[in-house]
């Protein structure tokens, strides 16, 4: 049982695993073994009675079945991201504390004045103040060639964020990495480059605009015409487009911003037109008429990673742009098709009855003998009485619906490929404008919805309705406009996927791509190996318009229709499209007309090209040749295919080499009970109200003017959520603590689920250090000279060489979890050395003496004290840059280093001073001051005798050189640390290790009589409440009825009964024997 050492509370490290067992030798006594799993398997038991109170006897039964039960519960799992212990459910506290501000004159990026004295306490508003404009004035964020000959510069790309973002915790998390990562490298002395860029966002600018437009003018953009709209656009991005870059640096981003791109500047547009050309005289990009995914609202193709796929578990009425009244969705409609030439039926299913206008066939399964018999046969179409073919094809479900299915190849991406394979005809009958269009007269110009209504009625009046059911299913939903995705054929531009989706499989296979972790590469090679063709128009305005130009030859009649791609010629400007096509059709330049195309492309292609562009590609720029390719990228799983895949994709085909060498995904930000974090819950956390802190008012004053302030159901959720998780608003956590906590969670594998109690824990800590390092300028003075190491080691008690050992130790740790990208590790090892070490420990065993300017001792422990504070803040740099930068500046003696930013990574060769047999020493004592204190607090002692009884020499040994440290921590009257003797009467005892115990004298010193009459009633209220308890999970069905969540509560909640109790009675037993 470990126990971690803390000098204001005791922390127990334990996963308690209960069972019970009744003693049949002893009446009213009930013994509970508990083994407490840990990596070594240590165990340990423990027992305690409850006297005559009856408990046990009517628990006997309920007892046996306990045990079964609580053998089969889960684990308990701590908050570590992954879940949230009942125990760590309790409402977010804090106490008010002062926000300071730096208010001294300071021009921007001018040095922080730090000539005046630190604030009293921790203040991130005062600490983050004035550093980041000096860093960036300085140029400690440039590449400086200072790695050692052979070495590579590390170079990492930025995932550049939307024109129109603001920050969210998915930025943060990334930046939080990131920076770490890069500022790591750079302070190990690595030729560092870490590139920024923002996304022009076609669809999401064009969206924020044209409503700005609309608002302020009356305006739409084909009022304005395209030349002058795009004007305003660019007028918008220069007045308010560089907001998320304000808030990167909030962030303490360490980016180059010498070298940032914006994806529609002259150098990246230049990129993005010639890798156009290129890949289309390559035949790799091709124009075809195929189904698109269509936002109606927009008017435009959008990607996929633009639709949200919402889950529906059956009937579901939604809200549809351009609909007065939601719109049913979540039903299978059944109806039949009359036979050819037969008085038969065939009845099939959809759960989109309105797109039956534009059926081609009919399909069935071919192993399904239900419809063998009708296979090659044709039915009517009841409104247009066409004949539709009945096909056989292996990708009907025979389980769904009727088993027969209508095949509209116009309007479904399954219908389409099906289409494709039995050649039917493909016919249109939704347009651009989500209305019906040629089709029957009584449903032309229809809204699609609306005629959905009106198909189905007309399906009655025909009687060849059968029926309609709930139907789980997925709908489309448009990510930008909330419309539902309408699949169109469209005459487009293509992305041929083949090729470079197999090169992008065969780089991992080679090695010359590492994935990390690895478990996404399943992942990569399922998405390559299947990847359709990638479909890059964009019928918007804002964006790279496409470099390709449909020729029409003057006075020739076999000139070509739009949809024929051997007329599409693709150049940099007009006089070299018409060079190319007079060249390709044999004619004279002056008979050729050239119109472009109208549409822009997708914005994840411009993306797929930055780890190239951005460094001025295709110019064979110096940059280029030495910072290309990069070292990393990270970025979110969730963006492994639109994204990562089409970087590797376009950047072997374009430059022929892979654009990173590795890729670290990291896992996707929730809320503290593991839920997505979404407007329509309350649970959405701006990073800057973490960084600041806010009210409650003030949060949900900003749900009510937001995007729910139309829809009371779902706002009045949200604000009940948002009281639930934050009864007393956001406290001021600052950008350190927050970027800390971040890093904390285990970013390589499950989502993290963030809880802002944790991110609080962390501004503490902050506040430890900043409390540590104030001491330590005190005992530093104004004349501190650091002592030589030889001296400092010839001299030195051995509790000073255990802290440069667990200094030396967390230096090795971090900087190997640095190497692994396990920042998890870095950050545990970071909290570990500065709390439970440094600060706990250390500094209060030298504080008895640290002044005394004639001892040695003091003088020793100075040296060491400012080793630790100077590597410490080194080693917490990467993740706290600014509390770090804010101390560093005023430790004594480092004029030669400009800024912490910019220093040496502490490192085990700086540091040799590991000494494991030393920690083992130590560890002892330490486990020897922990039992020390426990009794005192069990008994409710201060100033008390306390005894340590060693059973072998170099125990006693060990422990009589720590004899004035255990002192000073347990802050005992005195310590005995005594040799192979019994143990003095009236003491409390307790065993530390096979070779050592500990007591505390009682006899004399506390009230026994009263403290057992409480330890009794509160044993007597600790019964009752596990009888309760034990009847509570016995209830029939339990298992089944409980939420599982409640379930485990009530685990938790008797496991910690049965420890109290157990430990009630070991302590009732000792004042017993001390008062005889």
Excluded at 637 to 661: H, N, S
Excluded at 993 to 1011: E, F, M, R, W, Y
Aim: charged share 25%; net charge neutral.
């Amino acid at each position: 049982m470990q126990c971690l050492f803390q000098p204001r509370r005791i922390l127990f490290n334990l996963t308690p695993l209960a069972t019970v067992r009744i003693s049949k030798n002893q009446v009213g006594n009930i013994y509970f073994n508990f083994w407490f799993k840990r990596k070594n398997s240590f165990s340990y038991s423990h027992q305690f009675s409850n006297g005559s109170r009856g408990a046990a006897g009517k628990a006997e039964a309920r007892l046996k079945k306990l045990k079964r039960k609580l053998e089969n519960q889960e684990k308990i799992v701590s908050s570590d991201g992954k879940k949230i212990s009942s125990a760590d459910k309790s409402s977010l506290k804090w106490n008010e504390k002062e926000v300071v501000k730096y208010e001294l004159p300071t021009k921007p990026g001018y040095k922080k004045d730090i000539s005046q004295p630190l604030p009293k306490g921790y203040s991130p508003s005062y600490v983050e103040a004035a550093w980041y404009e000096w860093w960036e004035k300085m140029g400690f964020f440039e590449p400086q060639e200072k790695s050692s000959p052979g070495t590579k510069p590390f170079v990492m790309c930025l995932p550049p964020p939307n024109v129109t973002g603001n920050l969210h915790l998915g930025h943060t998390l990334t930046v939080a990495i990131e920076d770490s990562i890069v500022r790591w490298n750079r302070m190990c002395g690595r030729e560092t480059l870490w590139l920024p860029g923002c996304d022009h966002a076609g669809i999401a600018t064009q969206v924020v605009v044209e409503k700005q437009l609309m608002s302020d003018t009356g305006q739409s953009r084909h009022d304005l015409g395209r030349e002058k709209f795009v004007e305003e656009v660019w007028k918008w991005k220069n007045q308010k487009g560089g907001e998320i870059y304000k808030q990167l640096k909030r962030l303490g981003a360490s980016l180059d911003w010498t070298r940032e791109r914006f994806t529609m500047d002259e150098v990246f547009s230049r990129a993005v037109t010639e890798a156009f050309i290129r890949l289309h005289d390559d035949g790799i990009i091709y124009r075809s008429n195929r189904l698109v995914n269509w936002s109606c609202a927009l008017k435009s193709a959008i990607s996929d990673i633009e639709v949200d796929q919402v889950s529906l578990s059956g009937r579901t009425h939604l809200s549809v742009p351009g609909y007065e009244d939601k719109v049913l969705f979540g039903c299978l409609e059944e109806f039949a098709y009359p036979l050819h030439n037969s008085g038969g039926e065939i009845v099939v299913a959809t759960t989109r009855i309105e797109t039956m206008l534009g059926d081609t066939a009919i399909a069935v399964n071919p192993d399904d003998p239900r419809y063998a018999h009708m296979v090659g046969g044709a039915a009517v179409h009841p409104f247009t009485g066409q004949r539709l073919p009945i096909i056989s094809d292996v990708s009907v479900d025979k389980d769904f619906g009727t088993g027969a299915v209508k095949i509209t190849p116009g309007h479904d991406h399954n219908d389409y490929e099906i289409g494709q394979r039995h050649d039917l005809a493909t016919i249109t009958v939704i347009d651009e404008d989500g209305n019906m269009a040629n089709t029957a007269a009584q449903f032309q110009g229809m809204k699609r919805f609306l005629a959905r209504t009106a198909v189905l009625e007309a399906l009655k009046e025909k009687n060849l309705y059968r029926g309609t059911k709930d139907n789980p299913m997925v709908v489309p939903i448009c990510s930008r406009s909330k419309d539902i995705v309408e699949p169109l054929l469209k005459s487009q531009w293509f992305v041929d996927c083949t090729e470079m989706a197999a090169a992008a499989v065969q780089a991992v296979e080679d090695g010359d791509l590492k994935i990390i972790p690895d478990m996404h590469i399943k992942t990569w090679n399922q998405w390559l190996k299947n990847s359709r063709d990638w479909c890059l128009s964009r019928q918007l305005w804002w964006g790279h318009r496409i470099p390709a130009y449909f020729v029409t030859i003057d006075n020739d009649d076999a000139s070509g229709k739009n949809t024929d791609a051997e007329y599409w010629v693709s150049a940099h400007s007009e006089e070299e499209a018409k060079h190319k096509a007079a060249k390709r059709f044999d004619v004279q330049a002056s008979n050729i007309t050239l119109t472009q195309d109208e549409d822009v492309l997708d914005t994840w292609f411009s993306s797929g090209l930055f780890p190239f562009a951005v460094h001025g590609w295709p110019e064979k720029t110096p940059d280029l040749s030495h910072y290309y390719p990069s070292t990393l990228l990270e970025t979110g799983y969730d963006i492994l295919f639109f994204w990562v895949a089409r970087m590797v994709m376009l950047g072997q085909r374009l430059t022929g080499q892979v654009p990173f060498k590795q890729v670290y995904l990291h896992s996707m930000v929730r809320d503290a009970h593991g839920r997505k974090m979404s407007k329509s819950l309350g649970n959405v956390i701006d990073p800057i109200d973490v960084i600041e802190g806010i009210s409650l008012n003030a949060l949900q004053d900003r749900l009510r003017s937001g995007n729910l302030k139309h829809d009371d159901t779902e706002l009045n959720v949200a604000l009940k959520g948002q009281r639930a998780d934050f009864p007393n608003g956001i406290p001021e956590c600052g950008t350190d603590a927050l970027r800390f906590a971040l890093c904390t969670y285990k970013a390589q594998g499950d989502d993290i689920n963030l809880n802002v109690q944790q991110v609080l824990e962390y501004r503490h800590f902050c506040n430890k250090i900043w409390n540590a390092v104030k001491f330590s300028f005190m005992v530093f003075g104004d004349d501190f000279k650091h002592m030589k190491m030889e001296d400092i080691m010839q001299n030195s008690r051995a509790i000073d060489r255990w802290i440069l050992s667990q200094l030396s130790h967390t230096a090795e740790i971090c900087n190997s979890g640095f190497h692994g990208y396990n920042l998890t590790v870095v950050t545990t090892a970071l909290h570990h050395f500065w709390l439970q070490c440094l600060c706990d420990v250390y500094l209060e065993t030298i504080k008895p003496f640290i002044n005394d300017d004639k001892s040695t001792a003091a003088k020793v422990s100075r040296s060491v004290l400012f080793t630790c504070i100077d590597a410490g803040l080194r080693l917490l740099s990467p993740f706290m840059p600014y509390l770090t930068e804010e101390l560093y500046q005023r430790l004594p003696g480092l004029m030669d280093v400009s800024s912490i930013c910019v220093s040496r990574y502490p490192t085990i060769i700086e540091l040799p001073y590991k000494d494991v047999p030393l920690e083992e020493d130590t560890d002892l004592m330490l486990g020897v001051a922990r039992s020390i204190r426990s009794l005192k607090v069990q008994y409710e002692v201060k100033q008390v005798n306390a005894f340590v009884v060693c059973r072998t020499d170099d125990t006693h040994s060990v422990l009589m050189n720590y004899q004035g440290d255990l002192q000073t921590l347990t802050k005992a009257a005195s310590v005995d640390v005594l040799f192979d003797v019994a143990i003095p009467s009236g003491c409390a005892v307790s065993t530390v290790s096979p070779s050592c115990d500990v007591a505390v004298q009682l006899k004399g010193v506390v009230d026994i009589t009263n403290i057992t009459k409480k330890l009794q009633m509160k044993e007597i209220k600790l019964n009752s409440q596990l009888e309760n308890l034990i009847k509570a999970t016995e209830i029939k069905h339990y298992n089944e009825k409980v939420p599982n969540e409640i379930r485990q509560q009530n685990s938790e909640k008797i496991q910690k009964l049965v420890l109290e109790l157990e430990n009630i009675k070991r302590m009732l037993e000792t004042l017993l024997n001390t008062k005889s």
